[in-house]
């Protein structure tokens, strides 16, 4: 089979189930619960609403920094559906069928990748949209600018897309190499929720540890996006994060290594 051909047999597999569906309404609640919390909260400290003696939260790129919460806190759901979309195949002995149709391996993890992206930029609009809409919302009530007037802020949502397609290639790479779905999706919760948030959280008290820590696939994800809910609660995080275009980089070069490895040491191995 054509590359063609198999990636409209890779677009069936995946479009043909409600994991997609399901996964997308999660992925909206979830942003749209945070964005619109974050968005109270720091809509009120701005405008100097709350009160007391707290340092008041500078409404200047207030809107980048409430938008971003689609790929600062979403991050994780494109991960996990591109692992979703390997790991589900071994699990349900669908790769033997697959591999018999297309022998040719690479082709059908080529073709993972292109579906991968589309689901990647699907994902990243219901991303998006779930962050905006409750984020601007709230500024608009209060006062405050929303920022779609500036290019600055649609470019902002360009590269939240592209963060995504890369992170579903990243899963994608890890799915390939582990191929035990429950195995996989632990691992990428324990790195995503525990290891690197500690880690980032550390680099902020141990000098010269922000060198080394940037260069993560969350922290290069925030710099491609050019702006974090965690960086910018972080102090001095924001002046040593990498150039939007060295952490687009440096995640796609994760993506593209586990990617190697995955075809390499797994995906032409006999599945059983």
Do not use: C
Request: aromatic residues 12%.
């Amino acid at each position: 089979m054509t590359i063609a051909a198999t990636t409209r047999s890779e677009t069936t597999k995946q479009f043909t189930t409600s994991a997609w569906w399901v996964l997308a309404v999660v992925l909206f609640a979830y942003i749209g619960f945070t964005a619109a919390v974050l968005a109270f909260v720091l809509s009120l400290s701005a405008t100097g609403a709350l009160g007391g003696e707290g340092p008041q939260v500078p409404d200047e790129g207030l809107a980048e920094l409430l938008y971003s919460t689609a790929t600062s806190v979403g991050y994780v759901f494109p991960l996990l559906i591109g692992t979703l979309m390997v790991t589900a195949e071994f699990r349900h002995s669908t790769l033997s069928p697959t591999f018999l149709a297309t022998p040719r391996r690479g082709t059908v993890l080529a073709a993972k990748l292109v579906v991968g992206a589309l689901l990647g930029v699907l994902y990243g609009v219901v991303g998006v949209v779930a962050a905006v809409a409750p984020s601007a919302a709230f500024l608009a009530g209060y006062g405050l600018s929303t920022e779609f007037a500036s290019v600055e802020t649609w470019t902002l949502f360009g590269r939240m897309l592209l963060a995504y397609v890369l992170w579903v290639f990243v899963g994608v790479g890890i799915g390939a190499l582990v191929r035990n779905q429950v195995g996989a999706i632990v691992g990428v919760l324990v790195f995503t929720q525990f290891i690197e948030p500690v880690a980032r959280a550390a680099a902020s008290f141990v000098e010269g540890l922000t060198e080394f820590v940037n260069y993560l696939p969350g922290a290069a994800s925030d710099a491609l996006v050019g702006a974090s809910v965690f960086t910018g609660m972080t102090p001095g995080a924001t002046a040593d994060a990498l150039e939007w275009w060295v952490g687009g980089l440096v995640l796609l070069a994760y993506g593209a290594v586990l990617v190697l490895l995955g075809y390499v040491l797994s995906w032409r191995r006999d599945v059983t």
